[in-house]
């Protein structure tokens, strides 16, 4: 799988969009890119996920570049129960494996 | 109804000891899964298994156990414990192998060795 490169921390301002960068510069042509997100003490929970076109859930938007080397996850209207660890993921058709993550920290 | 269930939440118990996780999933997934959480926070595979096969053994120490009577459970058994075996302990599914459409988490197993 390939290797994600996240910002260890994010600040955000309650009501502001979130965006979280990550970069995955050697994904492969089968992989998927992935977001979860570990809200302190739970388990991880899915967000969305995306092959090359933008994605958009209930939860959340992935943008992934033309050249697929780069995603962002975008919250639009953070709150403070965004606050989480949020992890990007590239996977072909294999158990996830969970980097270091981007700390999330939605304030008021 | 919780989709993944973990019993129990958490766990004390002392070096030497022999115990079990048990997890559940209703939601009619096919593989399931164990991941451990260090203190470090790092969340690793530990084993997946399909429709109660073996499918993934992360070069896990054999105290580890995993046992899957169907394929909705997957159970943990872990011997002879250690204080290195301290974490959170979680389980997962998903409807296949290749995890596509997203894993679901249970809540996690707060293991304490001391």
């Known amino acids: 799988d390939a290797k994600t490169t996240q910002p260890p921390s994010m600040d955000c301002a309650e009501g502001r969009a979130a965006n979280l960068p990550c970069n995955h510069s050697t994904i492969s042509g089968n992989e998927y890119v992935y977001w979860y997100r570990q809200i302190h003490s739970q388990g991880p929970q899915y967000i969305i996920h995306g092959l090359k076109n933008n994605e958009t859930n209930e939860m959340a938007s992935l943008i992934i570049t033309e050249d697929r080397k780069s995603s962002t996850l975008i919250l639009p209207h953070a709150t403070l129960r965004d606050t989480a660890v949020y992890y990007c993921?590239?996977?072909?058709?294999?158990?996830?494996?969970f980097g270091k993550g981007t700390m999330l920290l939605v304030s008021p | 109804d919780t989709a993944v269930s973990q019993t129990p939440k958490y766990l004390v118990t002392q070096m030497g000891n022999d115990k079990s996780i048990k997890c559940e999933q209703n939601l009619g997934h096919d593989t399931m899964y164990w991941y451990k959480q260090d203190s470090k926070k790092f969340l690793k595979i530990m084993f997946s298994?399909?429709?109660?096969?073996?499918?993934i053994n992360e070069t896990v120490p054999n105290r580890f156990s995993p046992k899957s009577p169907d394929k909705a459970h997957l159970n943990l058994h872990i011997n002879s414990l250690e204080l290195g075996d301290s974490a959170v302990y979680f389980c997962a599914s998903s409807q296949d192998t290749r995890g596509g459409r997203g894993y679901t988490f249970g809540s996690g197993t707060r293991l304490t060795v001391v």
């Open positions: 993921i590239v996977t072909g058709y294999s158990t996830l494996t």
């Open positions: 298994y399909n429709n109660k096969e073996l499918i």
